[in-house]
Structures are given as structure tokens and as C-alpha cells.
């Protein structure tokens, strides 16, 4: 991880968070560092971003978290940007407890 401003490894993909989880998208990055990701929660409701290696294990992570459960989603608040370091080419998808709002996520590298 660079203490660099964050520079765009790859293109910017997009999906829109619901409450059930979408088809997950690859943010594929242009190098082999490109392991960061720029977060970006245009909704005004938190999204549960689930991450994984293919598809199928994005889906299986996109889980809303309680305080009666665990879950291996990150919170994204609304209307907020994140820098999150993941596993180079991750596929990414997200749930809400309510309502929906778009994410954009960009494949980089720094802060």
C-alpha cells in the first residue's frame, strides 16, 4: 500500500446496491498491484460490500451484519468514499437492510 494519493489502476464499474445483492462485478486492475479499491457509496443508505475471488463468493459475503450476527461484509456508509485493500481482480457486490443506491468501485493503488 502506497502513502500516495490513490491513482486508477483500471477502469471504474459500477452496480446498485438493493436488498437483495446484484450480479457481482469485477473491478479488474491494469498491474498486478492494483489490490486497492476506491469505494464510492453515492446511495444515502449503508451498503454491506461483500468481496471475493470470483462471483459466487462476492454473492456469499454481501451480508447485512446485525447485532445478532457476524457477517465478512464491510459497512459502507452512505454517501461516503472508502479506500479498502482486497485481493488483485476482486469481483464485488453489496446488500442494504433498506432501499438502494449506486456503488462505484476503481481498481489503484494509495490512499
Not at 471504474?12 to 469505494?39: C, E, M
Not at 472508502?82 to 476482486?90: G, M
Not at 476503481?106 to 490512499?111: E, F, I, K, R, S
Request: negative net charge; charged residues 5%; without cysteine.
Amino acid at each position: 500500500m502506497s502513502t500516495q494519493a490513490f491513482t486508477r489502476l483500471g477502469n471504474t464499474v459500477a452496480f446498485v446496491a438493493d436488498t437483495s445483492a446484484p450480479t457481482p462485478v469485477q473491478a479488474a486492475g491494469s498491474t498486478l498491484g492494483a489490490n486497492q479499491y476506491r469505494v464510492v457509496n453515492k446511495g444515502a443508505t449503508m451498503v454491506f460490500l461483500g468481496i471475493g475471488a470470483t462471483a459466487a463468493d462476492a454473492t456469499s459475503a454481501a451480508l447485512v451484519v446485525t447485532s445478532a450476527s457476524a457477517a465478512p461484509s464491510i459497512p459502507i456508509m452512505g454517501s461516503s468514499t472508502e479506500v479498502i485493500t482486497a485481493l488483485p481482480n476482486a469481483y464485488f457486490t453489496g446488500i442494504t437492510e433498506s432501499g438502494s443506491g449506486t456503488v462505484f468501485i476503481t481498481p489503484g493503488d494509495g490512499l
